[in-house]
């Protein structure tokens, strides 16, 4: 399948692109995800087979989200949910626009850990977010345990705004607005394409 993005970042000197979630070719990997040690406490989804194929399969039905997979040079390795903001329960935390995004992740093979990868991807995926022109916020909400990832979302250009409690978790909110993601990162992006 062909990736909406692809970026070859030269930090990591690495190609990176996402790739739209294909239930017979990407199950397998986010069986095998959702059972790590590192992501079942932030998922919760470490289900049997079929009823995490039954999640998988309502979330691809959702008309206010696209599933990706995260590429490193060919390889698949994280996975990603970008989803408006409208239609999700985050809308209500906060005085939401009508084409914000938000943005869940996680890094499935646990070889691609504690190298640095984290940002690269995650900038990756909110300057993929930020090509519809009308985005002007990206949002997202990691669980306020997760103190890694928030690191990694502030480095990117998130600001954190409050602990919230979503129905699954305690959150915390955080936002990026595109005037701080372009100023900070406009160098990378001079050889993005889609």
Known sequence: MKAEFNKYDEEIEKDISFVPYD?????????KWMHEDHVIPYWSLNKPEEELKSHMEKAMKDAHQNLYIGYLDGIPMSYWEAYWVK???IEDYYESSLKDQGIHLLIGEADYL????SLPLLR????????????MKVVSEPDHR???MIHVFEKCGFDKISKIDLPEKTAQ?????REKFEKRWSYEYSNTHL
């Open 23 to 31: 239930m017979e070719e990407h199950f397998p990997l986010i069986l």
């Open 146 to 148: 997760n103190e890694k």
């Open 114 to 117: 504690g190298k640095g990868l």
């Open 87 to 89: 239609g999700d329960v």
């Open 173 to 177: 909110f955080m936002i990026c607005s």
């Open 124 to 135: 990756a995926m909110v300057n993929f977010q930020f090509k519809h022109r009308e985005t």
